[in-house]
């Protein structure tokens, strides 16, 4: 137990006072420490205490919201109550406070609600700790009562999905698509893996995979990739330079944010889509269809800054073999910087190798999140570096333009370059 000296001076410097000069009203003044004094010590600590939190979803998005409601009753006592928790740097309180302090009346229970809300800004499984509350008497000269209450929360943060919608891709890739020779969306079975699905009327003998039907006690099939079907590859870079940017919004953040929606927009039209990340070396063969969707969403979640520095010519040239003579598209997805302005160089010209014409780098500009004059200075020596590359190529000043303008901007380059406009 902790007297406040402060209050035991006051009130008998008041009484001394009054002795010595002999003016009653010093007596009176003591009263006021003293009074405050003892009624620090007829009350105990807030204590008694319940605690229920609701938080509206265990998932959600880069940039989606989060509501978090605490509903908190204390029954005995008289003091301060500290409610508190504890929320990992992936989440980010926009609205409100997770720390709040309340008065409680001695003989009155205290019942009060309050919210606050949390923002994703990270991929992956965040946590909000249990709730912690500490009731402590007015004067602080008890020892505070404390409890904790709930569980670990977690949230899972994914990536942003932006939707473009089906018409305009399917008009840009309508001639790609549809109008070139030897593109057939049915077309002859290629030796290309799709997916195992149910028997339909129609579908060869040959095609039934015999082990998972037994085993499920269903009728499934193989499906195959048809021929003709038009490529997508899309390299990630995933290697130091993509943790450049501020906090919430790295270039590796916005890149899988960007590269997930590009994925959905292309296997919606039923073109076949690739992906390599650079650095920790993963690579989905193309592939497309539902399946195909989540193996990308899977991938893409878990896709951080790599410790390990592969290069970019080097992804390029491992992926080189299965992409050979499939003609693709090849995307790069990168940020610019002089430490890789030479790689990125060697990279296009092995996507030449493989593509053709049909290749484009799509180059992140994360400095504007850091300083406008940081930004404003990348941006320009972007442009010459984009000279340099001798491709297409589409600039983005994160924080300065939409991810859904950016993305309508590739498809409009995969187009033109599929058909030589640009």
Do not use: C
Request: no cysteine; net charge positive.
């Amino acid at each position: 137990m902790n007297v406040p000296k402060y209050l035991l001076f006051l009130t008998f410097a008041g009484f001394v006072m009054a002795v010595v000069s002999g003016v009653p009203g010093f007596a009176y003044a003591a009263l006021i420490p003293g009074t405050t004094l003892a009624l620090s010590y007829l009350f105990e600590p807030p204590a008694g205490f319940s605690i229920e939190r609701e938080i509206d979803g265990d998932s959600t998005s880069i940039g989606r919201t989060l509501t978090v409601r605490v509903r908190l009753r204390v029954r005995r006592g008289g003091g301060v109550v500290v409610v508190r928790d504890h929320v990992s740097p992936g989440l980010e309180i926009i609205e409100g406070s997770n720390k709040r302090v309340f008065l409680k009346l001695p003989g009155k229970e205290l019942a009060v609600e309050y919210t606050y809300k949390l923002r994703g800004t990270k991929r992956g499984r965040h946590t909000v700790s249990p709730v912690e509350v500490e009731g402590h008497s007015l004067l602080r000269n008890m020892q505070p009562s404390y409890a904790v209450f709930g569980k670990t929360e977690v949230v899972r943060v994914a990536p942003k999905i932006r939707n473009v919608p089906r018409v305009f891709v399917s008009r840009l890739f309508s001639k790609m698509t549809a109008g070139e020779p030897g593109y057939s969306h049915i077309g002859n079975p290629s030796t290309d893996f799709k997916e195992i699905r149910e028997y339909r009327p129609g579908d060869p003998l040959r095609a039934v995979n015999w082990k998972a039907t037994a085993r499920t006690g269903r009728t499934l099939v193989n499906e195959y990739e048809p021929e003709g079907r038009t490529t997508a590859m899309l390299f990630i870079d995933a290697t130091s330079t993509m943790s450049a940017g501020g906090k919430g919004s790295t270039a590796i953040e916005n890149a899988v944010g960007l590269a997930i929606s590009l994925v959905r927009a292309l296997l919606r039209i039923n073109l076949r889509v690739g992906l390599y990340v650079v650095g920790p070396g993963k690579f989905e063969t193309p592939r497309s269809g539902a399946a195909a969707m989540e193996n990308f969403s899977r991938l893409l979640a878990s896709v951080g800054v790599s410790g390990r520095e592969e290069s970019l010519n080097g992804a390029v040239e491992k992926v080189k073999k299965a992409l050979m003579g499939k003609e693709p598209v090849t995307i790069l997805i990168t940020n610019l910087t002089p430490s890789n302005l030479y790689e990125a160089k060697e990279a296009v010209k092995m996507m030449k190798r493989i593509s053709g014409r049909n290749k484009a780098v799509v180059d992140l500009n994360p400095y504007w999140t850091i300083s406008d004059e940081l930004g404003s200075l990348a941006h320009y020596q972007k442009l010459r570096f984009g000279e340099e590359l001798a491709t297409e190529i589409v600039h983005w000043d994160v924080s300065k333009e939409p991810e859904g303008v950016v993305l309508k901007k590739i498809l409009g380059v995969m187009n033109g370059v599929r058909h030589g406009r640009r």
